[in-house]
């Protein structure tokens, strides 16, 4: 009989900070989810090294961020080129993200972000490889 593999300790509690959705024209893609009940939760805010602009929306306690390219040649734009609009990535909020950083890579996790970045509303963030977890993109989020 085989033992179950050993599954590391947790490092503290995760919560789903939010869903992220690329699309083409935010207003378009805005008039949308406000019909379906979400609610504004903040203001636009554009990330340069990112290529994108964001809107947060409230659905419950989790942030929808709908995210429009400013860039054809960035990671929103590329993919909206590849895929068309749709689910882009879901974040993880993370009470600290280099332990699990260090643990990911002990674990030779491929990792879009080695180290952590500015992400919006002054968060920390990084990027773990879809190739990782199943063929999702997750953002690790730190606020």
Do not use: C, W
Request: glycine share 10%; charged share 25%; net charge negative.
């Amino acid at each position: 009989m085989n033992a179950a593999p050993r599954l590391p300790e947790p490092l503290g509690d995760l919560t789903l900070d939010h869903v992220a959705i690329a699309v083409e024209a935010l207003d378009e893609a805005t008039d949308a989810y406000l019909a379906l009940g979400l609610a504004p939760a903040g203001d636009d805010e554009t990330i340069g090294d990112q290529g994108v602009r964001v809107r947060p929306l409230k659905l419950g306690d989790t942030l929808v961020e709908l995210m429009e390219p400013t860039a054809p040649d960035g990671p929103v734009g590329r993919f909206l080129a590849r895929r068309g609009p749709g689910l882009h990535h879901i974040a993880l909020r993370v009470p600290a993200l280099e332990p699990l950083l260090a643990r990911l890579r002990s674990l030779d996790a491929p990792l879009l972000d080695d180290r952590p970045r500015e992400g919006r509303a002054g968060t920390r963030i990084a990027f773990v490889h879809p190739r990782f977890t199943h063929g999702v993109l997750i953002e690790l989020v730190e606020a």
